[in-house]
């Protein structure tokens, strides 16, 4: 079974708000990252080029990777693109619709505060370089705690104003803080979502065999360090999906719905007004 490691980045920043900076790299260390991907002999390719693989198209090169950008951040055009563009790296970037800064104004107000995020203007012109533009819901809440209306909504609502800005057809989802059940994959695909990104086990490889509807992915935080991210790019250090949802996993949700049944949504980081990306 071909390991495929699917590197999930939120910001890449050296002043990400104290909420958002363990999800952060420096930019120093963005560019560190891709040069051991490339060093370490990995190729990264387009996600499209996976999600056929998983839909069972044609199998992936050996030794494949892919790079996925969650959120919607202002550093993704400002940073992240030239660092990519220089290297000629496919990319796919995860955009929370709600949270889009308004064209021309100041930034919006949304579940992402204190930091600043694309406009619709920037997503048209990445999507025009050639960065495959996802979605990532309207307002990022954890579908899986969420009735079934709300879900629809996000993930509807979500597709749709994309594919307004851009004027074409978008596939790839994204689940907040990578949360998805049964019923949430279901309507994503009924969405007309053809893959959804997950987060299994806080970080796992995807694989040729993974769900192109929760397809997993390495977290790479503030801290994960160049041994653990070195470890990744040879293919070691998380386990490899698919692989059964475990009783902690389904425990956490019960944990999780509990909460948003009483007005108490759980919250990745209690201080902050806003929840994990
Ligand atoms: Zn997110």
């Known amino acids: 079974m071909s390991v495929v490691p699917v590197f999930l980045y939120h910001a890449v920043a050296d002043d990400a708000p104290s909420w958002l900076a363990p999800y952060t790299v420096s930019p120093r260390t963005f560019a560190e990252q891709l040069d051991m991907v490339a060093d370490s002999g990995l190729t990264v390719v387009p996600l499209r080029r996976l999600v056929a693989a998983l839909l069972g198209g044609p199998p992936v090169p050996p030794r494949s990777a892919v790079l996925t950008f969650d959120d919607g951040y202002a550093d993704f055009a400002s940073t992240v ?78 597709k749709r104003d994309i594919e307004d800005t851009l004027g074409h057809r978008v596939d790839a989802f994204a689940y907040p803080h990578g949360y998805s059940s049964r019923a949430v994959r279901a309507l994503v695909r009924e969405a007309g979502w053809t893959s959804a990104a997950a987060i299994r086990a806080d970080s796992a490889f995807s694989s040729e065999t993974d769900d192109p509807l929760r397809f997993a992915r390495l977290m790479v935080r503030a801290d994960t360090g160049r041994e653990r991210f070195a470890r990744w790019t040879g293919g070691e250090g998380a386990p490899v999906a698919p692989f059964a949802e475990g009783a902690r996993t389904r425990g956490w949700r019960a944990y999780r719905r509990t909460r948003a049944a009483i007005g108490l949504p759980y919250r990745a980081l209690p201080a902050s007004p806003a929840r994990s990306a």
């Open 81 to 158: 693109a030239p660092l990519l563009a220089a290297r000629g790296l496919p990319s796919t970037l995860y955009v929370t619709t709600g949270a889009l800064s308004p064209e021309g104004g100041p930034p919006g107000r949304g579940p992402f505060p204190s930091v600043a995020t694309l406009d619709r203007a920037r997503v048209r012109e990445l999507d025009a370089a050639g960065v495959e533009i996802g979605g990532h819901s309207v307002t990022h809440p954890q579908l899986d705690t969420l009735p079934r209306a709300s879900v629809r909504e996000e993930v509807t609502g979500c």
